[in-house]
């Protein structure tokens, strides 16, 4: 890895040149592109090349196993029919640039379509539906990502980070009790609202970086955790749950599940934490985590 890259972190300014290299490389014009997501990774949209790029947070064996496995995943869904976003298999996949993997997807425009809560349902309920893929997927384990924000932590307190820390060993033995108990099954990983695009009259589930194998009520848990967190009407959960077939939080493990989810949420903002809203919002997540206020409500960035 790119220890220049490292050290930077994925900023608007460290994406944004790793995105011009692999344009450049890739033989593609990058003067407009237009960021629209900046989190685990930065995801820029290039409409005149018909492109969405993706920049991954570095060119790490981890990182490229994520990215081949997603490229896969990808590929597979579009065999399936089901209604997902593919790679753009015309141009090398995945790029090298500025220590970091970058790969180039099927641009999607906006659309008037809003996708709904219950679009979330009933796409998880189709892809639940599916047979396991004929290539290896994952076990589902959001620790390790998890261990590796934490370690790389930086303009955070450092009491913050050992009160995460702490917390992650506590959690990690009991969410791995929690998945042996249950069935398994195709995961999306990080199912919720923000991953749906309106495509003309058709609802398509994206990003698939988190994609694994372990219990299907992990999908379930952002819309659980967005009526206990941030705010979601009770009548939206309840449409949700009944166009699903199931209501996540009266199931044996939800507890230890739901801790987890949390943690990984409040690990991945801390990743750009050092100011603004962002810091405030952090602050928040912290107090309510030590706390243990389970209904302290948070804000989604």
């Known amino acids: 890895m790119n220890a220049a890259a490292h050290h930077e972190g994925l900023t608007r300014a460290s994406a944004t040149r790793a995105l011009v290299t692999a344009c450049k490389v890739a033989g593609l014009n990058s003067d407009q592109a237009d960021l629209l997501r900046l989190g685990e990774n930065a995801i820029y949209a290039l409409p005149r090349e018909g492109l969405a790029v993706r920049v991954a947070r570095s060119d790490a064996k981890s990182i490229e196993e994520k990215v081949t496995k997603e490229l896969n995943f990808a590929r597979w869904l579009r065999s399936q029919g089901f209604p997902g976003v593919g790679p753009r298999d015309d141009l090398p996949q995945p790029l090298r640039a500025e220590g970091r993997l970058v790969t180039f997807w099927e641009y999607i425009p906006p659309s008037r379509t809003e996708p709904g809560l219950t679009d979330l349902a009933m796409l998880l309920r189709a892809l639940h539906a599916l047979p396991e893929p004929d290539f290896a997927l994952p076990a589902l384990d959001p620790f390790p990502t998890m261990w590796r924000r934490l370690e790389q932590a930086h303009g955070v307190k450092k009491q913050d980070v050992e009160f995460l820390s702490e917390a992650c060993s506590r959690s990690e033995a009991a969410f791995h009790d929690v998945v042996a108990q249950h069935p398994t099954g195709l995961v999306h990983g990080d199912a919720h609202r923000g991953n749906l695009l309106g495509h003309g009259d058709r609802i398509l589930l994206i990003d698939y970086e988190a994609v694994a194998v372990g219990p ?86």
């Open 216 to 301: 299907q009520s992990w999908d379930l848990l952002p819309t659980a955790i967005a009526l206990s967190r941030f705010a979601l009407p009770r009548p939206d959960y309840d449409a949700f749950c009944r166009s699903y077939g199931q209501d996540v939080t009266t199931s044996e493990g939800y507890e230890e599940l739901r801790t987890v989810r949390e943690l990984g949420m409040t690990t991945w903002l801390m990743q750009n934490a050092q100011a603004g809203a962002a810091a405030e919002e952090f602050a928040v997540r912290m107090e309510s985590l030590r706390k243990e206020d389970r209904e302290r409500r948070w804000h989604a960035l």
